[in-house]
């Protein structure tokens, strides 16, 4: 891949969904986890996925992100067809996730995972810039380092930013997990069960965080959550899934008077 490459994709037209995915099918053997789904995420747009266990959500997000291929359909980003694309590559070009089951690096410091998260763009040399006292990269590992209080700040973690992360409750570890994704500057933030362990400053915390990201970076967000109030109080459209389709979508107001989704799931 050539270095401009690299974290961009091709620009599309602003009415273009930034995901779309089309028939999306997952089939293991005879079962259906997702079945011919057709989905999209607009620019800037905050949409929740909600639905029963087993219902689909997981293996939709897993698609999405890059974590399982589909059996058939196709997704796009942008303007590119991305359906063979690794989840390496989807995250290094602004697809960032957080995952249900923690996933922080427990041996080093909360500020040092966060920086992992820009280590892959590279830049700063390696051992033989160590040697000679590079200035440039002095000045860019400043600036990570700068960029990683910011967001530390914003996540409610700069008291602990040398704090090791294996030691951190669980509210505060999905708040790593928060700021390692968004550290980057994604087009899109994945979240998956985000609150799950949050008491309710810490779920009040991290809305305002992803807003703010939502309102400063114009960053779309896509969230799998089990706390239908957060979903409903966040999300300007909600997807509904049953049993591995879209049972339906629109806005909260919309999917919480469906005569469907209150017999499937709300009531």
Not at 19 to 33: D, F, K, S
Not at 166 to 189: C, Y
Request: glycine content about 12%; aromatic content about 4%; overall charge neutral.
């Amino acid at each position: 891949m050539r270095r401009a490459d690299i974290g961009t994709i091709a620009a599309a037209p602003a009415s273009t969904p930034l995901i779309r995915g089309v028939g999306l099918t997952v089939r293991y053997g005879g079962v259906h986890a997702v079945r011919e789904v057709d989905f999209h995420l607009d620019r800037g747009e905050f949409c929740g996925v909600i639905g029963p266990n087993g219902a689909g959500k997981t293996t939709l997000f897993d698609v999405i992100s890059g974590h399982r291929a589909v059996t058939s359909g196709r997704l796009e980003y942008g303007d590119r067809d991305i359906s063979d694309k690794s989840a390496a590559w989807r995250a290094r070009h602004g697809l960032r996730r957080t995952f249900q089951r923690q996933q922080l690096f427990g041996s080093i410091s909360v500020e040092e995972n966060v920086l992992a998260a820009q280590d892959w763009r590279g830049g700063e040399g390696g051992f033989l810039y160590d040697l000679i006292g590079s200035p440039g990269r002095s000045a860019l590992r400043e600036q990570r380092r700068a960029k990683v209080a910011t967001v530390l700040e914003q996540c409610g973690l700069a008291e602990q930013r040398h704090r090791r992360a294996g030691t951190l409750p669980i509210g505060a570890a999905r708040m790593v997990e928060l700021a390692r994704a968004v550290v980057d500057d994604p087009q899109a933030l994945l979240l998956d069960e985000p609150t799950s362990g949050l008491g309710r400053s810490d779920t009040a915390l991290l809305a305002e965080v992803v807003q703010r990201l939502r309102a400063d970076t114009g960053c779309s967000v896509l969230l799998i959550e089990h706390d239908v109030r957060f979903v409903m109080e966040n999300s300007d459209r909600v997807v509904v899934m049953h049993l591995g389709n879209k049972l339906a979508e629109g806005t909260p107001d919309e999917v919480q008077s469906n005569a469907a989704v209150i017999q499937a799931y709300l009531g």
